[in-house]
């Protein structure tokens, strides 16, 4: 004999399958919040959940985090459109954020489709605008920094009227209108030069990306005044550039062994992968990290921990980011087009991973 718990969930699922396929519930329509709907129907919450769960697998309902659930039909969707730029390069950060919004919105039931951005801009924008008007969006999740009003994708989402989070964007994005996650990489950039500072380092170096307008948004004479704040040496050069390639980087290294009188201690780079560079080059001069010279990454990239040695970085938790970017378009209802509530824009967190490449303490300086 079926259970009467049984019974009421198959009860509940019929009539409610009925009274959407009748037209009582409209197409695009919102079904009541599950505490309002519970006290309608006289069932607990996990009668109501069972029965929105079967009715979602026959595609007559969809449920939005964050929206509610709708009746199927146009206007309703749980899809995302992850925008990322076509340049290639294994240092891009949409490689590694990615994963966390595929994590997350799996999690959470979204769907998503990555485009990209530079495919937007080959149609007529009527015509683009048409095509993503038509795919029913719930939000957008532009990974891309630097997005310009007068760019095509920019008037194209602000006519598309949804949700948009740019993910790891800069702080000037913030002027666009859209939600942001940013990274504050000029205050990570300070965490990494008070880490070596604290570690006992006074002659530190960096070698930086030449096509970089400063050192992660620390112009010149700003980053002579830090250094002095954090009583490190300020004679000469303080700052190597080199192309982004393995010769370059290597180039550089050794301008910065042949200009300076004494050995840097420690040497800061634009990225991990220019650390990994920057390693090869002094272990080529016989140089010893950290022994000799310690040497520090930025960014966090996956794999720090497999090298030799292990390399210390300032990690920016790309992954994570991208879970945040989703909780954070799944609460559009909070944000998007509310009276009043300004427009989000949120820093994301950073951290010192400490590891081989810089664990050693000068105890004469150590502070």
Request: hydrophobic share 40%; proline share 5%; with cysteine.
């Amino acid at each position: 004999m079926m259970e009467p718990y049984t019974l009421k969930k198959d009860n509940l699922y019929q009539t409610l399958r009925q009274e959407i396929l009748s037209g009582r519930y409209e197409p695009e329509s919102r079904l009541p919040n599950e505490l309002d709907f519970c006290r309608q129907l006289g069932v607990g919450k996990v009668t109501l959940r069972s029965a929105l769960e079967r009715l979602e697998k026959d595609g007559l309902v969809i449920r939005m985090p964050g929206k509610g659930t709708f009746v199927s039909g146009a206007g309703c969707s749980n899809r995302i459109l992850v925008g990322i730029t076509q340049a290639s390069g294994i240092e891009l950060p949409h490689n590694y954020i990615l994963p966390g919004i595929e994590a997350m919105a799996a999690e959470t039931g979204f769907e998503t489709e990555v485009c990209f951005i530079e495919y937007l801009r080959c149609l007529p924008q009527e015509k683009a605008l048409q095509l993503l008007k038509a795919k029913k969006l719930f939000g957008v999740l532009l990974v891309t920094s630097s997005i310009q009003p007068d760019d095509p994708e920019y008037l194209l989402l602000k006519q598309l009227n949804v949700p948009v989070v740019v993910v790891h964007g800069n702080y000037e994005d913030r002027k666009r209108g859209f939600a942001l996650l940013y990274a504050d990489q000029k205050r990570a950039w300070r965490d990494g030069l008070e880490y070596l500072a604290r570690k006992g380092h006074r002659r530190v170096r960096i070698i930086n990306a030449a096509d970089a307008h400063n050192v992660r948004g620390w112009q010149p004479e700003e980053l002579r005044e830090l250094f002095r704040t954090l009583g490190l040496d300020t004679e000469g050069p303080l700052v190597y550039n080199a192309a982004r390639n393995a010769a370059a980087i290597r180039q550089a290294v050794e301008q910065m062994l042949s200009s300076e009188k004494e050995l840097p201690s420690a040497v800061f780079c634009y990225s991990d992968f220019f650390a990994i560079d920057v390693m090869r080059a002094l272990q080529g001069k016989d140089l010893r990290v950290p022994e000799d010279i310690a040497v520090m990454g930025f960014c966090g990239y996956p794999g720090d921990t497999l090298l030799d040695p292990p390399l210390s970085t300032v990690d920016f938790g790309y992954a994570d980011i991208g879970r945040r970017a989703v909780k954070l378009l799944a609460e559009s209802a909070s944000w998007f087009n509310v009276p009043d509530v300004a427009v989000l824009q949120i820093s994301t967190p950073c951290k010192i991973e400490e590891r081989e490449s810089s664990r050693l303490i000068l105890r004469e300086f150590a502070i």
